[in-house]
């Protein structure tokens, strides 16, 4: 999933008044940065803590379950809400998330400034959380398994590239076809919600990550009907 580097002028859908101002801003990508080491720095912990890590900070459903694999007792504890955006199953898995991440993240946080950039990857990030504590709880699935990894907040950033970007040409690495960000983002997201429905992909929390596309297209609707913004200016 690259992004095709065109002129700007055709590509940023943030009318002038709503945050966005006009050119706008070339991406330090500081935030993003600074996301990327933290989550690689957890990794070499989990590698270093064996499992310790996940029977604590991972999400786990409510109630309290005995894990024979961890030699533990879990259950869901608040500060998993976040936590668990900082753990991965592998080095794939971290390796994918902190790539879109690093894609996508550089351009949003360009155009919302660092405040409102970290706002949004955060809450994201927790209500991708809700989500998939809410289908865990309604749905249930016998044995109680653990919710990893930073999707949900790399979920609701790439919503936000859709939104701010809608133009912008995004070319999928397999199979390489090119296409709108907001058709991109909108496929994608039908997606997540088809296979989470069907269960088409064991193992991967596609409530979660559709989960973080709401809440992140929640805070942008705020942010662009709010009074706090002055005209061209992002109050951050």
Request: hydrophobic share 50%; charged share 20%.
């Given at each position: 999933?690259?992004?095709?580097?065109?002129?700007?002028?055709?590509?940023?859908?943030?009318?002038?008044?709503?945050?966005?101002?006009?050119?706008?801003?070339?991406?330090?990508?500081?935030?993003?940065?600074?996301?990327?080491?933290?989550?690689?720095?957890?990794?070499?912990?989990?590698?270093?803590?064996?499992?310790?890590?996940?029977?604590?900070?991972?999400?786990?459903?409510?109630?309290?379950?005995?894990?024979?694999?961890?030699?533990?007792?879990?259950?869901?504890?608040?500060?998993?809400?976040?936590?668990?955006?900082?753990?991965?199953?592998?080095?794939?898995?971290?390796?994918?998330?902190?790539?879109?991440?690093?894609?996508?993240?550089?351009?949003?946080?360009?155009?919302?400034?660092a405040a409102r950039y970290l706002t949004l990857y955060f809450v994201a990030v927790l209500s991708a959380a809700v989500a998939q504590l809410l289908v865990v709880s309604t749905i249930g699935s016998g044995a109680p398994y653990p919710t990893i990894g930073a999707s949900g907040g790399v979920f609701g950033v790439l919503l936000a590239f859709g939104v701010l970007y809608p133009r912008r040409i995004v070319t999928l690495l397999f199979p390489p076809i090119p296409m709108p960000a907001w058709l991109f983002v909108t496929l994608y997201g039908a997606l997540e919600m088809v296979e989470g429905v069907l269960g088409t992909e064991a193992g991967v929390a596609h409530f979660a990550h559709v989960g973080g596309m709401v809440g992140a297209w929640l805070l942008l609707r705020r942010w662009r009907h709010t009074s706090r913004y002055r005209s061209g200016v992002l109050d951050v």
């Open positions: 999933m690259l992004p095709d580097e065109r002129a700007w002028s055709r590509e940023v859908d943030w009318e002038p008044g709503d945050g966005g101002g006009w050119p706008p801003r070339r991406a330090t990508g500081a935030v993003t940065t600074r996301l990327v080491v933290l989550n690689v720095a957890v990794f070499v912990m989990e590698i270093g803590s064996g499992d310790a890590l996940l029977a604590r900070f991972a999400l786990w459903p409510p109630g309290r379950f005995f894990v024979p694999e961890l030699h533990a007792i879990v259950g869901f504890q608040w500060w998993q809400l976040v936590t668990y955006a900082f753990l991965h199953a592998g080095f794939a898995h971290l390796f994918l998330n902190m790539l879109a991440l690093r894609i996508f993240g550089r351009d949003v946080e360009g155009t919302l400034g």
